[in-house]
């Protein structure tokens, strides 16, 4: 009963800054005409990629419209500067919860610093839709954006301390959920879909969460053998295995090359040479460049992210610290170099599947000719996938850790 109640509160805390998180957003900074806004960056395609993860902020212009942008932002450039300063990593694997400790401080400033750089994007950015500029409006802009970011990063800290799964990823499934019913609106009522859609739609839905899910839980088991083993058994522990994810960057392959892919749009419309102009419409009207570009993205952010999340010189110097090693490989520079040969295949159909599955809403598109399905493609449904497995799994092992914990008293 204890345990139902703590868990209980847990989701509640949860469910309650959730909520206050998604409400801040339709609070509106002053100063600005937000209807016209509104109308006015209504097809961008840099604003509806943004909006993914901000709710719709990046139209509404409210308090936590930047949202959990700026901290997703701080913490890539940590693990970018984990690895590449000495120091850094260092304090990450030798200090233990101090040196963590020191690195979240210095993510959350990070973060207040991008937070500031984005309200003088927006300032800049909604310019022709402000009442009356001047500094004063600028300053209040800035502070009102980089507070509601500052406060989304809390709720996320919080939910990962005191509630339950990972704040970031839940705020931004909360705000890819918040989307899906304005495109069910689009479908249903402004673009009448009909029953032969929907016999395609479904099984259609169905069979990319199926494959998403047994993608995104898929391992490859690299048996590993210890020194003890071998000497009281003679033979591998079939439970003894190093496991190396398919897919070993999740959604961030995807969600940088469709950030890169939304440049040209934005670059369009700023540029002036007639030159470059033409260069990025083909890039965006031409099917065959865009597809080929995309792929090109998916592969490369797909190999950079798993160097940055894997490095098998450590998993190497791991194994050998216990004693264990893998069968039929040399321990040491063999066994790094096999595990870098391993994870390079699995990373490259890792890759191959988001770029497929990428494809899915054009192939909708072109099927079903409703293009309110593109606003929901790939990058939202790894997303949602990859957090309800997460958070179901963290509840579980929660439950059973409890229950564990009472058997033993």
């Known amino acids: 009963m204890l345990t139902n109640k703590v868990l209980i509160r847990k989701i509640t805390l949860t469910l309650v800054l959730l909520v206050i998180a998604r409400l801040g957003i339709f609070i509106p900074v002053p100063g600005i005409d937000h209807d016209a806004f509104y109308n006015g960056v209504g097809q961008n395609a840099v604003v509806n990629f943004l909006n993914i993860f901000s709710g719709g902020g990046f139209s509404t212009i409210g308090l936590f419209a930047l949202g959990i942008v700026p901290y997703i932002n701080a913490s890539l450039i940590m693990q970018l500067l984990t690895k590449t300063i000495p120091n850094l990593e260092a304090l990450q694997k030798e200090e233990g919860e101090k040196g963590r400790q020191k690195i979240n401080q210095i993510t959350r400033y990070l973060t207040l610093l991008w937070a500031i750089i984005q309200g003088v994007g927006v300032c800049l950015w909604v310019k022709p839709y402000v009442f009356y500029w001047n500094t004063g409006f600028i300053f209040s802009v800035i502070i009102s954006l980089s507070t509601g970011s500052l406060i989304v990063m809390w709720f996320s800290e919080l939910i990962t301390e005191k509630g339950i799964g990972n704040g970031a990823s839940l705020i931004i499934f909360q705000n890819i959920i918040s989307g899906i019913p304005q495109t069910l609106k689009n479908s249903v009522f402004e673009e009448k879909i009909i029953l032969t859609q929907v016999l395609i739609l479904v099984p259609l839905f169905i069979m ?109 110097n791991n194994l050998k610290k216990m004693g264990a090693s893998i069968p039929n490989v040399r321990p040491g520079e063999d066994t790094s170099n096999y595990l870098n040969k391993i994870i390079y295949r699995l990373t490259f159909l890792g890759a191959l599947f988001l770029f497929l599955v990428a494809l899915v809403p054009s192939l909708i598109t072109e099927v079903t000719h409703m293009n309110s399905f593109r606003g929901f493609g790939a990058t939202s449904l790894l997303i949602l996938v990859g957090v309800a497995i997460d958070t179901a799994k963290q509840i579980q092992t929660y439950i059973i850790s409890e229950k564990y914990e009472s058997l033993m008293k």
């Open 208 to 316: 990319m969460l199926t494959i998403t899910i047994m993608v995104q839980e898929g391992i490859r088991k690299i048996n590993i053998i210890s020194a003890r083993q071998l000497i009281k058994q003679n033979n591998i522990d079939p439970q003894s295995y190093l496991p190396l994810k398919l897919n070993q960057g999740g959604v961030m392959p995807i969600v940088f090359a469709s950030a890169a892919m939304a440049l040209p749009s934005y670059l369009s419309s700023i540029v002036t040479d007639n030159t470059i102009k033409g260069l990025l419409y083909s890039c965006i009207n031409n099917p065959l460049i865009y597809i080929s570009l995309y792929g090109a993205m998916i592969m490369f952010f797909s190999f950079f992210y798993s160097s940055l999340v894997l490095n098998t010189e450590d998993l190497s």
